[in-house]
């Protein structure tokens, strides 16, 4: 298998979508690689595949302070506005993410501005290449391939969208020009219908995608195990039990799967889509250092702060927590695996915070916060990259297998296989390095989906979902963090933006 690491572009066709605060025209012109034609795409699959990566190429647009999709923006709805995680930085700095951490926001805040924005720029992206692949006249095997791969994606695409802000304009085709401004796509489809959508496009990637292994699939592609393990946490946001444990289930027994041995090593560019991968957002360098996720990972490294002094590492975003650091069990090895701890002032004793390339950070007083993402950490000097920070060639695992387990063991519980579910816990314990447990309560495979997939920008998400379960859940978690939550606020605000560009069709979720 070739790994993807630098996705082709290429110029596409064009739509407009006014409503949505985005005009999609020329949405894959990123680094255009040439002009291409229809009767190319409908008659040269390599053409159409191209054609298909440019949906990929959606991860790199952009910069960590614009439109996103899986980059620094959503890690503020994920991590920061979450009991996982605080701003961090200096008190003053980014105001529109610290109104998300005090969850406070409005719909004027920036960052579900971008979020939306870049979310519908993907959307388009993935509805062009659809338009255009339906149509082939080539081998209908790749065909259905190639839009299975578009529809995990735009599936992938929606389910962050209805985790975010609810139900949303559903824009299932690129609009002709005269229907820019339809209410058909200016105008929210209910939460019901938008996972109605989600589950559509993801059972037919299930349908339609090769296993993964299977010869020439590229690695970074999707395949029908990353569909089979979306479409499984969908149905656990749904309370759709048997179906999430059924997907979680086939992805298991596909042998295609396992924990990778180390976690304390998991997230390091040497482990890059290893066995635990499913789906993994790739980076690599180019000539335009420009294949990569920009500033993924200097807006989370150490800052410098005191006495300075060091060259730091970065802009000292997303802190880990002290509800977090408060988790973790004794010996629990994915405590100091996500967390970089700075280690205090011991006079002239003091060695500081060394990282795993032999980098030092130098004790609190010259620091700025007293943690930081590990799991975001990307060496300057004991990784490869292409010569620029902004753009350090970080993968991003958005499914691993580990999450698998923990949606099959949860689903197993409410089915009232206990057995089941204690088998999956104790696979993820053992490799933590702490103790086995018997027959697990909700409450302990809660726990263990916190520390396991701590600072993966899940957590928000999760605790909103597990809300549903079990009222008042969140309020107790987020108050642990010094913050206070309501049901008001397991939705983020509709951007005003948007509703103003759609002439108020949009409507905004309730007052926070």
Known sequence: MKPLYKFSTITAFTALLVGTGYSCKNSLDINPQGQITEAQIITDPNVATNLVTGI??????????????????????????????????????????????????????GVVNNIWKGHYQAIARANQAIAQVQNAQFDATIKNRLLGEARFLRGMFYFNLVRIFGGVPLLSRVPAASEANAPEFQTRASLQDTYK??????????????????????????????????????????KDYQNAFAMSDAVIKSNKYSLFADYTTLFRQINNNS??????????????????????????????????????????????????????????????????????????????????????????????????????YYSRDAEPNCGTVDRLPKHVMVIRYAEVLLIHAEAALQLGQGGTAQTDINLIRTRAKVPAIGIPTLQQIWHERRVELAMEQDRFFDLVRQDAVQPGRAAAAFAADGK?????????????????????????????
């Open 484 to 512: 206070t939550w309501n049901a008001n606020r397991a939705l983020f605000p509709i951007p005003q933006q948007q509703i103003d560009l759609s002439g108020g069709l949009l409507k905004p979720n309730p007052s926070n």
């Open 275 to 376: 066995k635990e991968s499913i789906f993994e957002i790739q980076a690599g360098q180019n000539l335009a250092c420009n294949a990569a996720i920009d500033r993924f990972t200097i807006a989370q490294g150490p800052r410098a702060g005191g006495k300075n002094g060091w060259v730091d590492r970065g802009y000292g975003f997303n802190n880990p927590s002290q509800s977090l650091v408060n988790e973790y069990e004794a010996n629990d090895v994915r405590k100091n695996a996500t967390i970089i701890t700075i280690n205090p002032s011991n006079g002239a004793n003091s060695v500081g915070t060394v990282l795993f390339d032999g980098f030092r950070i130098p004790t609190k007083d010259s620091v700025e916060n007293s943690r930081y993402n590990y799991k975001a």
């Open 197 to 238: 959508f989600i589950i559509d496009d993801l059972n037919f990637a299930v349908a339609n995608l090769t296993e993964i292994g299977t010869v020439g699939l590229e690695v970074g592609r999707a395949n029908k195990g990353a569909a089979q393990s979306l479409l499984a946490k969908v149905y656990l946001y749904n």
């Open 56 to 109: 990929y190429n959606i991860f790199f647009v952009g910069d960590a302070f614009g439109n996103d999709v899986r980059g620094f923006q959503f890690t503020v709805l994920g991590d920061i506005a979450s009991d996982d995680a605080d701003k961090g930085s200096t008190p003053g700095d980014y105001g529109d993410a610290n109104s998300l951490d005090q969850l406070t926001a409005n719909g004027n805040n």
